[in-house]
């Protein structure tokens, strides 16, 4: 099965300039304006100006063979879309090669070449057309594709008036019905009801089956565990793990290196702040006291925070926000909810303050950390620290967590584990014996 | 396996010739990108019938538009250019004069401006899918050419009103309309280009065009232009197109050399898109 490399990916490396993939564009002017600065510049020192570079991606290599189902992971920024994008040809690498050895499919996002105005009938046929199908191909699987979309009714009505579950139905199924011998996928199961995810993944499963090459990029741990036997683990551009499933997620879920979990300043007149008090330290901690940036969400962490307190004179309170990746503030809290701390009197160095978070709280993500250190009567921040530390909570479908062995979308800002009262009010002998099972 | 081609068939298993990639930080050769065009031709169809659709699902004039639009041209100009300012026109009635001048333009106007804009609109599919990009303003182009067939009909109304019988010359319109389609690439396929990196584009493109217009003989005859200065018009390839144009539609004898010009002219801004297209084709995507 391994003698057949279908994607051999070779010392890739793509750098952008900073800045470049958010705004972009200049303007005409702006390159005149350039281009007169370089020149200055090149009279002045004739050492042409430095550009910011960030390595999306660094020496990245890897070979899939025939019939493999890989999983790429990694956080957000490790390069896992980027590497997408190279293997799909949306955009370029700037050193490095790749070469795939058969027809791509590739599934950025769902929905590709859609357009609002068209009914479903003229979207499949254009969006398949974009996708690389051949119109006689379209033709021949059309009754197919409609039916796994369940659209039928619907299809001659402009795909604007579609439930945004018929929407992505119907698109994930034109995708599903290209056959490509290499299908790349980022994260399409996040869409739709159970019932459709199921046949999804069972779509997939099928193409591993028929000997096709899946390279599947995703954050939803369960899905990669089920999917593929092996997973690429990727961290700031890096290729740091390549290995069998659970190994390689375990790593992940693991992972400190590099922590964004801790920041400290050794310096005081760096720290952020000011003549009151300034930050130390603000760090992430599990159960056990590790400092680790992904944390179960069936278990408790803590968030930590050193500061300076340089006035004894001002009462002082450590004020945590906890931000998700929405922006969303998904609460505050001040560490003078220790009244007896509060009515200590201060003194002047170093204090340590932690906040507990309780196991099965919030729902799973990245999380980003406010700290902010401020006293009241008069009212004073004297520090302000937006995104000083973050972490990742992690739902993996196992049962005994909120979403038990649902490994789709499980929408909520908060994921608390709440009690169910059930009673059977009446047994009727046609039940069948599963209905009743999960019931004491 | 050290091909630096895009796209080459090779026997990996015997029998089943496989596709091989290759994805490499240069862009790939011109041949292996032309044959990927090829390759996709069906899609040059579906985005400009998607187009197509898309312009007229929401009107309630719908495909008259097209008619509507050169046919209130040709009424304001003959009255204001014909009857009123009694411009020359060889010897044609002004508004036939007009209509077979404005026809070829007004397609390639408004060809330039969709394709201009055609990277821009689509970030969508760039970032999305890949396909060769040069698709996308061609296709916008080829969208303009329903409009023009549809008043090109308005061109055939015009030649019975006015009594004037095509000759077997008209045949030649349509590889002059083929020189016409390859000049809009060029130009649409180039600004479309620069735009992506550039966003005055979208400004500078009105004015430009409305520049070219006049440097055109659309509302007045190339005649009325003295003889030293005819050399330098003909540099701007849609004086020969239309001049040539023109005489297929009345059967009047063609002015080679100025079409000859305006073809050498096409092509060689056709390779001046493409080369100014491809070098920074690949990276679209980081811009859009």
């Known amino acids: 099965m391994t003698t057949r490399p279908m994607i051999v990916v070779d010392r890739v490396t793509k750098e952008y300039r900073i800045g470049e993939r958010t705004a972009a564009y200049g303007t005409l002017r702006d390159a005149g304006t350039r281009m007169m600065r370089r020149a200055f510049h090149r009279l002045q020192s004739s050492r042409p100006e430095g550009r910011q570079l960030l390595e999306a991606l660094n020496e990245v290599s890897f070979e899939v063979h025939a019939g493999e189902t890989v999983g790429v992971i990694g956080r957000n920024g490790a390069g896992k879309s980027t590497l997408l994008k190279l293997l799909g040809r949306i955009t370029q690498p700037t050193r490095g090669s790749i070469d795939l050895y058969g027809r791509v499919g590739c599934l950025l996002e769902v929905g590709t070449g859609f357009h609002a105005e068209l009914s479903g009938r003229e979207n499949v046929y254009l969006s398949g057309a974009i996708l690389g199908m051949r119109r006689a191909d379209i033709q021949r699987q059309f009754d197919a594709i409609v039916a796994f979309a369940e659209v039928e009714r619907f299809i001659d009505t402009p795909v604007k008036f579609y439930s945004s579950g018929m929407y992505m139905r119907l698109a994930f199924a034109v995708a599903a019905h290209l056959h490509p011998e290499i299908l790349l996928i980022d994260e399409v199961l996040a869409v739709g009801d159970a019932n459709f995810q199921k046949r999804c993944l069972g779509k997939i499963e099928e193409f591993r089956s028929i000997g096709r090459t899946v390279l599947f990029v995703s954050h939803n741990m369960s899905s990669v565990l089920r999917l593929c036997p092996r997973v690429i683990l990727l961290e700031g551009g890096r290729l740091i793990a390549d290995g069998p499933a659970d190994q390689v997620t375990r790593r992940y879920l693991q992972s400190d ?106 729902a799973e993500g990245q999380v980003s950390v406010l700290a902010a250190v401020c006293s009241y009567n008069p009212d004073i921040v004297h520090v302000y620290e937006r995104d000083v530390v973050s972490f990742q909570i992690v739902d993996r479908s196992e049962g005994d967590g909120v979403r038990g062995e649902y490994g789709g979308t499980w929408p909520g800002v908060v994921r608390p584990m709440l009690e169910w009262r059930i009673e059977q009010l009446s047994a009727e002998s046609r039940a069948v014996a599963g209905n009743t099972a999960g019931v004491k | 396996m050290t091909t630096t081609t895009t796209m080459t068939t090779e026997a990996l298993t015997p029998g089943a010739p496989a596709v091989h990639i290759a994805i490499r930080p240069t862009p790939p050769r011109i041949v292996d990108e032309l044959r990927e065009v090829w390759d996709h031709r069906e899609l040059f169809y579906f985005l400009a019938w998607r187009d197509i659709q898309v312009r007229y699902k929401q009107t309630v004039l719908g495909v008259a538009w097209a008619v509507l639009q050169p046919l209130l041209a040709v009424i304001v100009s003959s009255l204001i250019f014909g009857r009123l300012a009694h411009m020359p026109s060889d010897g044609i009635a002004y508004p036939l004069f007009f209509y077979a001048g404005n026809l070829p333009w007004i397609f390639m106007a408004s060809g330039v401006g969709a394709s201009a804009a055609s990277l821009v609109g689509s970030p969508n599919l760039i970032t999305r899918v890949y396909f060769p990009r040069m698709i996308i303003p061609a296709a916008a182009v080829l969208s303009g050419l329903i409009d023009f067939l549809i008043a090109a009909a308005g061109l055939g109304f015009l030649m019975v009103r006015y009594r004037m019988a095509p000759s077997w010359q008209l045949l030649l319109a349509a590889p002059v309309l083929g020189l016409i389609l390859l000049l809009t690439c060029a130009v649409g396929g180039w600004l479309a280009a620069v735009n992506v990196k550039y966003r005055d584009v979208r400004y500078v493109v009105p004015f430009f065009m409305q520049i070219w217009f006049f440097a055109t003989p659309v509302i007045y005859p190339a005649s009325l232009v003295p003889p030293q200065w005819r050399v330098l018009l003909a540099l701007n390839p849609m004086v020969g197109f239309i001049d040539a144009f023109r005489a297929a539609c009345f059967g009047r004898p063609f002015d080679w050399v100025t079409l000859a010009i305006a073809t050498a002219v096409t092509f060689a801004l056709l390779t001046l898109a493409i080369r100014t297209f491809r070098s920074i084709e690949q990276t679209f995507a980081d811009y859009i």
Not at chain 1, 262 to 289: C, F, M, Q, Y
Not at chain 1, 320 to 330: K, R, T, Y
């Open chain 1, 257 to 362: 290196t590099g922590s964004p979990a801790e920041r400290i300043w050794t310096e005081p007149s760096k720290a952020p702040g000011n003549a009151v008090a300034r930050l130390h330290a603000v760090r992430i901690r599990d159960e056990n006291g590790r400092i680790v940036p992904t944390l179960d969400i069936r278990r408790p962490f803590q968030v930590e925070v050193e500061y300076w307190a340089l006035d004894p004179g001002a009462r002082a309170t450590v004020s945590i926000h906890l931000i998700n990746e929405e922006g969303v503030c998904l609460l505050v809290t001040n560490d003078f909810n220790n009244r007896v701390w509060w009515e200590t009197p201060r003194q002047a160095g170093l204090v340590r303050t932690g906040v507990q978070v309780p196991a099965n709280f919030m």
